[in-house]
């Protein structure tokens, strides 16, 4: 694994020859040996192709390519960082909660309408994500950004899970995700942060939820 957590709020990166690493632009703090950045207009392994309904929808995050021979400290805003390891699977994620991934990991974008229908869109839409989410699939380690520290919660057939979209931060598996209403009055009363609406995940992984109901 590429990363290693320094601090709850910055990670180590090792750059090793050959192999490159992607990282949200302006997160690099400081470095050690022979490594070069270079902004990358082709959103990762996934190609131009990746990101283009992203770009349609004004929804990208600028990456940098990190190669060379060194180590590397990530940082953004102060923000609490989860380093999450992928063996062959798919990580749903919002793009600007990406800190940096391992770059072999194939990036891509999902419409959230393909995940239930309209109320997919609609979720978007609620939790100020955008219609659209970035897919990180392989074997390989992604380093993303929350508020207040993240907590991986497990969902299986039998129990899905329940989350306030303001606090959700990403998942992996064989989950399906969908919006719903709140049953009670008592839900739709309070901080007024949207907690009318809870996004249940169900099928078989994990999601990862944050500490807060701030957005980045």
Known sequence: MPFREVNSKMIEATVLPGRRLYSQRGAMLAYKGEVSFTPNIQGGQGGVMSMIGRRVANEATPLMTVEGSGTVLFGHGGHHIQV????????????????????????????????????????????????????????????????????????????????????????????????????????????????????????????YVQASEEKL
């Open 84 to 207: 999450i390891t992928l063996a062959g699977d798919t990580l749903y994620v919002e793009a600007d909660r990406l800190l940096a991934f391992d770059g072999t990991l194939q990036q891509g974008m999902m419409f959230l309408g393909s995940q239930g229908g309209v109320m997919g869109m609609v979720r978007g839409q609620v939790t100020g994500q955008g219609l659209f989410t970035t897919t990180l699939k392989g074997h390989g380690a992604v380093a993303v950004m929350a508020h207040g520290g993240v907590i991986e919660v497990p969902i299986t057939p039998q129990r899905p899970v329940h989350v306030d979209p303001q606090a959700y931060v990403a998942h992996h598996g064989d989950v399906r995700n969908k919006l719903s209403t709140a049953l009670g009055w008592r839900d739709m009363v309070g901080r007024g942060s949207g907690e009318a609406f809870q996004l249940e995940l169900s099928g078989s992984g994990a999601v």
